[in-house]
């Protein structure tokens, strides 16, 4: 049996504009701003530039789950579609990370994906 894969940072606004193919590991984050606990689905928020993105991940791994709405949440998942063109993440993680500084852990992801083109590219 094979390991699922460790899953690459992917911003909420890559994930909903269906830039990642369905069945890929991703890490992303993003505020928590509704739980449905019947579907066992949360929705993921973030702002980008001007605009606001949303992503649904499926909490059915991780339940028992206590939502914590407008905090920050790190989701470790694979891409999944949903009906018509819509995009969700099968949450393996989903972990409250109150107090973090999105803007910097958005600017290291920025500088890790720098560091990673460079390394290759060297090779």
């Not at 606004?13 to 739980?35: A, D």
């Not at 991940?57 to 998942?77: C, D, K, N």
Request: net charge negative; aromatic share 10%.
């Amino acid at each position: 049996m094979n390991l699922p894969e460790a899953g690459q940072y992917k911003f909420l606004w890559e994930i909903s504009l269906g830039e990642i193919q369905e069945g890929k590991s991703v890490r992303t984050f993003g505020r928590l701003i509704s739980y449905d606990a019947e579907q066992s689905e949360v929705i993921l928020a973030t702002q980008h530039d001007s605009s606001q993105y949303q992503v649904i991940v499926s909490t059915t791994f991780v339940e028992p789950f206590q939502p914590h709405f407008g905090t920050p949440y790190i989701t470790l998942g694979e891409i999944q579609k949903k009906e018509g063109d819509q995009v969700q993440i099968k949450a393996r993680i989903l972990t409250c990370v109150d107090g973090i500084n999105v803007s910097l852990l958005e600017h290291a992801i920025k500088e890790q994906r720098r560091y990673f083109q460079e390394r290759e590219g060297r090779q």
